[in-house]
């Protein structure tokens, strides 16, 4: 493989990130001498039950809730699955209407679609070609049955950032939940629930160099919703099951690390992303950028190349060590490109033809420059073998 000095460059920080070495040195003692049952009643258990208050302690102060409204889940994937089965079924006698967006993680839609078919109904709403969705139309979609509207802070694809307090503030004029979505947000977005009108909020740690299988649901004081999995008395009562003691002290210390200081990390990380932007637009031709220009995550760039396959790019990349994503996914048995893209109007060809890549604490200035020499000659080698490219311009012959 020629890697770029002997390592991987990952571009691929919205699928999982390293663990930073803090995190793993707050986890460490709760892998070994600290191995008590949090439930215990005895003192030997105390320091678990420490480690994992002290963890809500920092979640709710990642996101200005009080530490009784954060639940520890397995994750991201969990916490939407709960917010939104749990709102659902609590509040069906008042009413059997959801809201979303079409370009939710599949984690929201497909739960929608189950709900669907245990008799609720959903309203996928459309975005513009920026990928935002528009508050007016989440007032015109809700109806006298809408209990919950459920709306992305943050798109994993395209980066693009929602007017979270608008939707929010339209849901509560109609007295309708609302639940967001902030697994990529978290980090990038300041959040505060109060300030944002949030009353669930979803979050998973393995984004924010945290460890993988761990994540949080917020939920508002008093909010209606149903125990996610039963069996104990653990997050009171709400969510069974011994605590993953190890990984919720990782993931407090996590959050905490990836909440102080988000203007200075952002400015960091975006002065690499947007340098990603001018060299690719400065040595390709026949692309675009997906996503919004302004309110979009700052650590992430997708693009569209013409006449190319976004795997057969991935494939190359990843011969020169470089790990990005693509939002056409032909391995993965369906050649059906990203719902996202495609839901921001661009045709399914240019879809096929996607790369994101999203930076972040493993790369340096030297990774992108290492990218932008690599990127164009494999756009250039896959367009000479694509029968859809036109044939690239000669240079002029010399008289
Ligand atoms: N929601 C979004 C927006 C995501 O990007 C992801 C992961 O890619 C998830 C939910 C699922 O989170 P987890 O991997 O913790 O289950």
Known sequence: MNDHAGRPVYMD???????????????????????GNPSSLYRFSRESRRGVESARER???AIGANPAEVFFTAGGTEADNWAIKGVAFANRGRGNHIVTSAIEHHAVLHTCEWLERQGFSVTYLPVDGFGRVDPEQVEEAITDETILVSVMAANNEIGTIQPIAGISRIAHDHGVL??????????AVPIDVDAMGIDLLSLSGHKFYGPKGTGALYIREGTRIEPFIHGGGQERGLRAGTENVPGIVGLGQAIELATVDIEG????????????????????????????PTERLPNN???????VEGEAILLLLDAHGICASTGSA?????????????????PPEDAHGSLRLTLGDANTMDD??????VLPEVIERLRRISPLAPPSPRAPEAD
């Open 13 to 35: 920080h919205a699928a999982t990130t390293f663990m930073k070495p803090e995190v793993v040195a707050a986890m460490a003692p709760y892998l070994s001498e600290h191995y």
């Open 368 to 373: 992108i420059d290492y990218l932008l020499e």
């Open 178 to 187: 609302f639940h967001t979505d902030a697994v990529q947000a978290i980090g």
């Open 59 to 61: 979640v709710a102060a």
């Open 301 to 307: 760039a997708n693009f569209s190349f013409r006449y």
């Open 330 to 346: 032909c391995s993965s048995g369906s050649s059906e490109p990203s719902h996202v893209l495609l839901a921001t109007g661009i």
């Open 265 to 292: 990390h952002n400015r960091r990380i975006a002065a690499m992303r947007d340098r990603v932007i001018r060299g690719v637009f400065d040595s390709i031709l026949d692309l675009r950028l997906n996503g919004h």
